[in-house]
């Protein structure tokens, strides 16, 4: 080989290993917000993708978790969404080496648009209770959400290889709004459905449902009136495609109940996506 082939062949090989490297400085020079901002996008330009989640929750008396939800998700056509829960009858922290009976699963499906930046409700099926919940475990939603309000964002320690972890903490303000927002159209579809049912019912069932529900949405704003909220989410990213791997949070909020009692209650979540 002569000598200027090979001057060639190790000018060719420096250039690709400055190349290789400058895209990982790239990289690696993006800040968290950077990072979460891709993530967005690539979320944003899917036309269809997977989730699977699962919620539970605990309080300050209890050691093991009161409850637990698991749930799945499926995007279609860029901007359809539908979500799909299980939820056990039996508490979270009783594990059994039976299959749970389909008679011990309550499931709930319901269905989402998104229009105008928001998630707009289309069809519910199953349990009324759990699928006035569903748009809560919305992730699309989890993440729209986190990018509008006021927050703490940085890199976490422990990545695994090939990816990034951004923890953001809600500031506690935005993080107390954003919770009785989600609360408060939990109640206000929880009396549309009772409204429809109504309709059948006699005067004196019609008084009672409405009565419950005015006792229910006079506690819940009790208890918001007088909170401490705070909210963390761990986002991980694959660093290749800059698609999320999973996203976890952990909401805890602290009140006081009917008899001025301070109480804490603390809800976990996980999700795991599949572009």
């Given at each position: 080989m002569k000598k200027r082939e090979i001057c060639r062949?190790?000018?060719?090989?420096?250039?690709?290993?400055?190349y290789l490297t400058g895209c990982s400085l790239l990289q690696n020079d993006r800040n968290p917000e950077e990072w979460f901002k891709q993530t967005l996008g690539g979320l944003a330009g899917k036309?269809?993708?997977?989730?699977?989640?699962?919620?539970?929750?605990?309080?300050?008396?209890?050691?093991?978790?009161?409850?637990?939800?698991?749930?799945?998700?499926?995007?279609?056509?860029?901007?359809?969404?539908?979500?799909?829960?299980?939820?056990?009858?039996?508490?979270?922290?009783?594990?059994?080496?039976?299959?749970?009976?389909?008679?011990?699963?309550?499931?709930?499906?319901?269905?989402?648009?998104?229009?105008?930046?928001?998630?707009?409700?289309?069809?519910?099926?199953?349990?009324?209770?759990?699928?006035?919940?569903?748009?809560?475990?919305?992730?699309?939603?989890?993440?729209?959400?986190?990018?509008?309000?006021?927050?703490?964002?940085?890199?976490?320690?422990?990545?695994?290889?090939?990816?990034?972890v951004l923890r953001i903490e809600l500031e506690p303000a935005a993080a107390r709004q954003w919770l009785s927002e989600q609360l408060e159209a939990e109640m206000g579809k929880i009396r549309q459905q009772a409204d429809t049912g109504e309709q059948a019912g006699s005067a004196q069932e019609k008084r009672q449902l409405a009565d419950v529900w005015n006792k229910g949405d006079a506690q819940l704003k009790q208890m918001l009136d007088h909170s401490e909220v705070g909210m963390v989410y761990y986002l991980t990213i694959d660093k290749k495609t800059g698609f999320p791997v999973?996203?976890?949070?952990?909401?805890?909020?602290?009140?006081?109940?009917?008899?001025?009692?301070?109480?804490?209650?603390?809800?976990v979540n996980d999700v795991s996506f599949n572009p």
């Amino acid at each position: 080989m002569k000598k200027r082939e090979i001057c060639r062949g190790m000018a060719a090989l420096l250039w690709m290993s400055i190349y290789l490297t400058g895209c990982s400085l790239l990289q690696n020079d993006r800040n968290p917000e950077e990072w979460f901002k891709q993530t967005l996008g690539g979320l944003a330009g899917k036309d269809s993708f997977t989730f699977n989640g699962e919620a539970a929750v605990r309080t300050q008396s209890q050691k093991g978790f009161r409850e637990s939800l698991s749930y799945e998700g499926r995007l279609t056509e860029h901007d359809k969404l539908t979500i799909r829960s299980m939820l056990p009858s039996q508490p979270a922290e009783v594990k059994t080496s039976k299959p749970l009976n389909i008679k011990n699963v309550h499931a709930a499906e319901s269905g989402f648009r998104r229009q105008d930046g928001q998630w707009v409700h289309l069809f519910s099926e199953g349990s009324t209770t759990l699928n006035s919940s569903l748009a809560r475990f919305n992730p699309l939603a989890q993440l729209d959400a986190v990018s509008r309000l006021p927050k703490q964002m940085k890199e976490a320690s422990g990545a695994a290889r090939g990816t990034k972890v951004l923890r953001i903490e809600l500031e506690p303000a935005a993080a107390r709004q954003w919770l009785s927002e989600q609360l408060e159209a939990e109640m206000g579809k929880i009396r549309q459905q009772a409204d429809t049912g109504e309709q059948a019912g006699s005067a004196q069932e019609k008084r009672q449902l409405a009565d419950v529900w005015n006792k229910g949405d006079a506690q819940l704003k009790q208890m918001l009136d007088h909170s401490e909220v705070g909210m963390v989410y761990y986002l991980t990213i694959d660093k290749k495609t800059g698609f999320p791997v999973k996203l976890s949070s952990e909401s805890v909020i602290r009140y006081l109940n009917l008899h001025n009692q301070e109480e804490e209650e603390t809800l976990v979540n996980d999700v795991s996506f599949n572009p």
